[in-house]
């Protein structure tokens, strides 16, 4: 069993910044690629970040050089800085994990963490 968990959301006024942080743990054998989606009310989940275990990252167009996804300092930790937050940022944030697990027999699957709240203030 694998599970993911969020933690750095908060409210900031617009043009500041917050750092999301998520941990995977559990019977991980390797992770394929993490990453970021937001779901703003009444809008569909959108994928804001991810990075891959080669390093390769792939941004939303509209968080392009204002937003950063990398890996933690700890094993199985992805890391999203995010600078000149703009309102239109304000959504629920997901951490998304591609894993390989492992039990009686090794298998991947996608996990998602529970969710943090980021609003940004005009």
């Known amino acids: 069993q694998v599970q993911l968990v969020e933690s750095g959301g908060g409210l900031v006024q617009a043009g500041g910044s917050l750092t999301l942080s998520c941990a995977a743990s559990?019977?991980?054998?390797?992770?394929?690629?993490m990453g970021w989606y937001r779901q703003a009310p009444g809008k569909q989940r959108e994928l804001v970040a991810t990075i891959a275990s080669d390093g390769n990252t792939n941004y939303e167009e509209s968080v392009k050089g204002r937003f950063t996804i990398s890996r933690g300092n700890a094993k199985n930790t992805v890391i999203l800085q995010m600078n000149s937050l703009k309102p239109e940022d304000t959504a629920v944030y997901y951490c998304n994990g591609i894993i390989r697990a492992y039990g009686i027999m090794s298998y991947v699957a996608t996990y998602w963490g529970q969710g943090t709240q980021v609003t940004v203030s005009s």
């Open positions: 559990g019977n991980i054998l390797s992770i394929n690629s």
